[in-house]
């Protein structure tokens, strides 16, 4: 391990006239917990091997000056977006800086100068400063690795496959709710990939349709935010704030194959008595399989993963699940950006034209058909007639 300490390498008189970007340090193991207490102008400290695009819009929407990784922003497992969207939202990110970083007292003023960081003249850790240049090549690098990694994703999905072969294809293990599912539409509620803006597009979708509201962990707070309640919220409960747990909603908890659920505890803690389903893979897989099984004539997702490259995105096996599971309820499933594409209203300049002449042709209409607006149109075309008569006497004398 690199040391905690060492003097950077100036003279004590030109120490302090380090001018780059910083600010207080908010360090934090997970991402998504740090992003919640994350303000503009803050340096994020992480450890976070392959940020994934859901971390990345996080931290850009938190707006850090810079973000320090201890761990290797992009491995070369797979080319993951995270790096990418940072660097180009102008986020100063440092790599690779190794776990001495994580000793940073939190709120601890640090400054960035290149690949170091600075604490009070001296250099506490240095790592690689990522450029739009060389995020492209080591993306470009990692992609050369992509088929390892979708022959790892296969064998967990077939293991997966295994695993819970019951749950799958008969629905073996799915608790019963008091939630009605049969024959309506459900609408499922990740915080994943642009969420909010899915979620905005739907609006139309769920006036019309009223649709059961399912929030996965932090997805309940999202459909809070949107001015909606959650009929249900499943999952592990390490991401839902208890606001979301108080509203009323159904509460699904997730737990492990073994009964161990660490989210049951925190739900019973605030008066409130889950659901407990144990399953093998992701909460939003759960979410799926239950208003699948109980009988949702459609189910549309909005910020769950969609493509392979996603699936990878997420970087753990547990996605395999995520993958059967669509190929389980695949029938039902719309994803949300397709529903928004449908409901989104287009209005050629043409058609605003004609409604316009329309509505002007009605209130003319309307006034003839009284006798002071009789009176006015010719008193108009009085007045026009003598304009007329007037420019014709200029041309004309």
């Given at each position: 391990?690199?040391?905690?300490?060492?003097?950077?390498?100036?003279?004590?008189?030109?120490?302090?006239?380090?001018?780059?970007?910083?600010g207080?340090?908010?360090?934090?193991?997970?991402?998504?917990?740090?992003?919640?207490?994350l303000?503009?102008?803050?340096?994020?400290?992480?450890?976070h091997?392959?940020?994934?695009?859901?971390?990345?819009?996080?931290?850009?929407?938190?707006?850090?000056v810079a973000?320090?990784?201890?761990?290797?922003?992009?491995?070369?497992?797979?080319p993951?977006?995270?790096?990418?969207?940072?660097?180009?939202?102008?986020?100063?990110?440092?790599?690779?800086?190794?776990?001495?970083?994580?000793?940073?007292?939190?709120?601890?003023?640090?400054?960035?100068?290149?690949?170091?960081v600075?604490?009070?003249?001296?250099?506490?850790a240095?790592?690689?400063?990522?450029?739009p240049?060389?995020?492209?090549?080591?993306?470009?690098d990692a992609?050369?690795?992509?088929?390892?990694?979708?022959?790892?994703?296969?064998?967990?999905?077939?293991?997966?496959?295994?695993?819970?072969?019951?749950?799958?294809?008969?629905?073996?293990?799915?608790?019963?709710?008091?939630?009605?599912?049969?024959?309506?539409?459900?609408?499922?509620?990740?915080?994943?990939?642009?969420?909010?803006?899915?979620?905005?597009?739907?609006?139309?979708?769920i006036?019309?349709?009223?649709?059961?509201?399912?929030?996965?962990?932090?997805?309940a707070?999202?459909?809070?935010?949107?001015?909606?309640?959650?009929?249900?919220?499943?999952?592990?409960?390490?991401?839902?704030?208890?606001k979301?747990?108080?509203?009323?909603?159904?509460?699904?908890?997730?737990?492990?194959?073994?009964?161990?659920?660490?989210?049951?505890?925190?739900?019973?803690?605030?008066g409130?008595?889950?659901?407990?389903?144990?399953?093998?893979?992701?909460?939003?897989?759960?979410?799926?399989?239950?208003?699948?099984?109980?009988?949702?004539?459609?189910?549309?997702?909005?910020?769950?993963?969609?493509?392979?490259?996603?699936?990878?995105?997420?970087?753990?096996?547990?996605?395999?699940?995520?993958?059967?599971?669509?190929?389980?309820?695949?029938?039902?499933?719309?994803?949300?950006?397709?529903?928004?594409?449908?409901?989104?209203?287009?209005?050629?300049?043409?058609?605003l034209?004609?409604?316009?002449?329309?509505?002007?042709?009605?209130?003319?209409?309307?006034?003839?058909?009284?006798?002071?607006?009789?009176?006015?149109?010719?008193?108009?075309?009085?007045?026009?007639?003598?304009i007329?008569?007037?420019?014709?006497?200029?041309?004309?004398?």
């Amino acid at each position: 391990m690199r040391p905690l300490l060492r003097r950077a390498e100036r003279s004590p008189d030109t120490s302090a006239d380090v001018t780059g970007p910083g600010g207080p340090a908010r360090v934090g193991a997970r991402t998504k917990d740090l992003t919640k207490r994350l303000k503009p102008g803050d340096v994020a400290v992480i450890d976070h091997a392959d940020i994934d695009r859901v971390a990345a819009d996080a931290l850009v929407t938190a707006a850090p000056v810079a973000v320090l990784n201890a761990a290797r922003s992009t491995t070369g497992r797979y080319p993951n977006a995270g790096p990418d969207i940072l660097v180009q939202a102008g986020i100063v990110l440092v790599d690779d800086i190794g776990p001495e970083i994580m000793a940073v007292p939190d709120g601890t003023r640090v400054v960035i100068d290149g690949g170091d960081v600075v604490v009070d003249g001296a250099v506490v850790a240095s790592g690689k400063r990522q450029t739009p240049e060389t995020v492209t090549l080591e993306q470009a690098d990692a992609r050369v690795g992509l088929s390892d990694e979708i022959e790892r994703f296969a064998e967990n999905t077939l293991s997966y496959l295994r695993r819970e072969r019951d749950l799958l294809l008969d629905g073996v293990g799915v608790p019963d709710v008091r939630t009605g599912f049969e024959g309506r539409h459900v609408l499922i509620v990740v915080r994943g990939y642009h969420y909010r803006e899915d979620l905005a597009m739907l609006r139309s979708y769920i006036a019309e349709n009223r649709p059961v509201l399912v929030g996965v962990d932090g997805g309940a707070d999202a459909i809070l935010d949107a001015g909606l309640r959650p009929d249900m919220i499943v999952g592990d409960m390490d991401s839902v704030t208890d606001k979301a747990l108080a509203c009323g909603a159904e509460i699904v908890v997730h737990a492990y194959r073994d009964g161990n659920a660490p989210g049951l505890e925190r739900v019973r803690s605030l008066g409130v008595e889950p659901v407990v389903f144990p399953a093998t893979g992701t909460s939003e897989d759960i979410a799926m399989l239950l208003a699948d099984d109980k009988g949702a004539e459609l189910i549309v997702a909005v910020g769950t993963h969609a493509t392979l490259v996603e699936f990878l995105d997420k970087g753990r096996a547990g996605m395999a699940s995520t993958f059967l599971t669509r190929l389980r309820v695949g029938g039902k499933l719309v994803d949300a950006k397709g529903v928004s594409r449908l409901y989104r209203t287009r209005i050629s300049n043409l058609q605003l034209t004609l409604l316009s002449a329309a509505g002007v042709a009605a209130v003319i209409a309307a006034l003839w058909s009284t006798s002071a607006g009789q009176t006015a149109f010719g008193l108009v075309g009085a007045q026009i007639d003598d304009i007329v008569s007037w420019v014709g006497s200029l041309f004309g004398g």
